[in-house]
């Protein structure tokens, strides 16, 4: 006795991958930018851990570019990213490098940093339009303290000098903040729940 199996492939094929787009598809996006959102999470609190009381405008740095469902099936990528602004200053807390004339808030003779009797913020900072508000003071000006040196911005007391602020020839950074192993080893640690996760909420739709 002979049986014959006949199996409509075509068919099959055809549901398998429309189950694929319509159920997997969007899992997998919906997972990787649930690892992308646990990756930006994982950044902002380790900001605190490797930086120097980083205020709110680095703390909201850090961005992500989601995953999307494309035409012709998933773009299967989300992007974690500092923000140019914020980048801008955390590049060399990042990769290291020296901070000289012409780069980013520098002057064309080089960084200004705080001086001994500066006024700084809660984040150790000069506070927005300090430069700008102490040279309104008549007492104040820019001195050269030593020759071949940038100058520096002294307040005149009356016999005593304060120090408010300095221009220095380039400012070193070492590397400290482990951004792309902080976001690795988050997105890592989410991805694979969240896809389960992704995949039984999407076949119940």
Known sequence: ???SIQVDTAT??????AYVDQKVAPAFV???NVAANA??????EA???YLD???PFTLQGVQVLPAVVGATGPKAGALVRIQRDQAEYLQYQVYGGD???GDVATTSEGPIVPGADATLDAYGNMPDGYISQAMMD????WVTLKEGEPPALIRDRGGHMEILALIVHEIHYEARFPFLDIVTQAAAAALLGAFGAAVTYRGRL
């Open 39 to 44: 990756a930006k999470a994982a950044v902002v």
């Open 12 to 17: 099959f094929r055809g549901k398998a991958r």
């Open 47 to 49: 900001m605190p851990k």
């Open 1 to 3: 006795m002979k049986t």
């Open 138 to 141: 008549p007492d104040v000006a």
């Open 30 to 32: 919906d997972a990787i």
């Open 99 to 101: 901070r000289g004339p």
């Open 53 to 55: 009381r980083p205020n």
